[in-house]
């Protein structure tokens, strides 16, 4: 499987990275298809990126009126709450760009999840212009990596690894005793573009495991992040120092 490494200085290199590789997919996207289509992630490592793309230099880069917003994954909390996904991105980007509201298309953690979870798969239908068998092609989708490998809310060993049926799904976190609502791997699979986005020491373990044997051996469930193969997309991962502190 063919994917690109690159491994930056630190986190912030690595969001000035990722926020190259944003604008140009906007680009890319709005000039091949006339709208750029992106799914967000959650944690840490994109919030920094988030924060770079709302300043002017970038900001005035981006076609706000034809991008769409989308979330890889979302917690079952309300919209305001600290861990909230689409707060996060709110705060940090979307509150500070002219992107119009009709744009945005939240997963709603507020709601039971299995109804977040209908909701946001009628309206991924709906905005995609769906036939009942078909997927989305997000033009970029950006994920991260827990230490335990998994991404979105993708987590090893669960049953909706397996889910080849449902766009999006409602998942219970056991280690977190929570539920959360998640893009399924056919979805992420698809998209135009998949990047990820990791750093810190902490990921570092995994990441050997995960990214050994350069991605090309089918693998188990232990690290849903190895799962993402785009079958034509690219694959990107951008990686911390730290991050890949203990790759060969
Ligand atoms: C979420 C995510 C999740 C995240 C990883 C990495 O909602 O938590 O989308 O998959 O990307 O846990 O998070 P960090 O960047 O904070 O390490």
Same mark, same amino acid.
Request: net charge negative; charged share 25%.
């Given at each position: 499987?063919?994917? !690109? ?8 290199? @690595?969001?000035? #990275? ?32 988030? +924060?770079?793309? +709302?300043?002017?230099?970038? *900001? ?23 861990d909230s996904? &689409? ?20 997963i709603k953690? !507020? ?11 009628? !309206? ?6 769906? #036939?009942?068998?078909? @997927? ?37 976190? #056991?280690? @977190?005793?929570?539920? *959360? ?11 135009? *573009? ?22 090309? !051996?089918?693998?188990?469930?232990? &690290?849903?992040?190895?799962?993402? *193969? ?15 502190? @203990?790759?060969?």
């Amino acid at each position: 499987m063919n994917f !690109e490494l690159i491994i930056c200085e630190d986190k912030n290199a @690595l969001a000035h #990275e990722a926020a190259t590789r944003f604008v140009a997919a906007a680009e890319e996207s709005i000039a091949a298809r006339g709208r750029f289509r992106v799914a967000l992630s959650g944690g840490s490592t994109p919030q920094v990126l988030y +924060s770079l793309l +709302s300043e002017p230099a970038w *900001r005035e880069r981006i076609a706000w009126n034809k991008t769409h917003v989308f979330w890889g994954d979302e917690r079952n909390v309300p919209l305001d709450h600290a861990d909230s996904n &689409y707060r996060m991105a709110r705060e940090s980007l979307l509150a500070k760009v002219p992107i119009p509201e009709a744009n945005v298309h939240r997963i709603k953690g !507020e709601l039971e999840s299995t109804d977040a979870a209908r909701e946001y798969e009628d !309206e991924l239908r709906r905005e995609f212009g769906l #036939e009942s068998n078909q @997927l989305p092609n997000f033009d970029l989708v950006l994920l991260g990596m827990g230490a335990d490998g998994h991404t979105a809310s993708l987590f090893p060993g669960t049953d909706v690894l397996r889910v080849t049926d449902k766009l999006v799904a409602s998942v219970w976190v #056991e280690k @977190l005793q929570t539920h *959360r609502v998640t893009l399924t791997l056919p979805v992420l699979c698809v998209s135009h *573009r998949a990047l990820f986005l990791v750093a810190g020491a902490d990921k570092a373990e995994t990441l050997r495991e995960v990214l050994a044997g350069g991605l090309d !051996e089918p693998t188990d469930t232990r &690290y849903p992040s190895q799962l993402v *193969r785009p079958i034509t997309g690219s694959l990107v991962w951008l990686l911390d120092k730290a991050a890949a502190s @203990l790759l060969p």
